[in-house]
Nanobody
Framework: QAQLLESGGDLVQAGGSLRLSCKAP???????????MTWYRQPPGKERELVAQ???????NYADSVKDRFTISKDNGKRTVYLQMNSLNVEDTAVYYC??????????WGQGTQVTVSS
């Protein structure tokens, strides 16, 4: 069973930046490269929402609220997905989760990492 390890969450002031990482150390490389990668977040008291997605062909999708501020990317050799977050605001405060869905439709989830933005 592949395990996703998230890191990078922190307390940051509004206007600051963070980079989240999601590593899949046990995943076979071909499975990793053939997976759709998605970052979700769950703000306090709200439902989980899609933040950014990276499709196998390289197409990216972003929630309107994070467009031009967040960037999803990956390093296949390191089996790691990143979420670069710039110009953070209080509304970005949430627990962030990474998700990989492989070519069979099997999904893997990270444990979540807390991002808190102070005003």
């Amino acid at each position: 069973q592949a395990q996703l390890l998230e890191s990078g969450g922190d307390l940051v002031q509004a206007g600051g930046s963070l980079r989240l990482s999601c590593k899949a150390p046990r995943m076979i490389l071909s499975t990793f490269t053939g997976s759709t990668m998605t970052w979700y977040r769950q703000p306090p008291g709200k439902e989980r929402e899609l933040v950014a997605q990276l499709l196998v062909g390289g197409t990216t999708n972003y929630a309107d609220s994070v467009k031009d501020r967040f960037t999803i990317s990956k390093d296949n050799g390191k089996r790691t997905v990143y979420l670069q977050m710039n110009s953070l605001n209080v509304e970005d405060t949430a627990v962030y989760y990474c998700n990989l869905r492989d070519f069979r439709g099997v999904e893997y989830w990270g444990q979540g990492t807390q991002v808190t933005v102070s005003s």
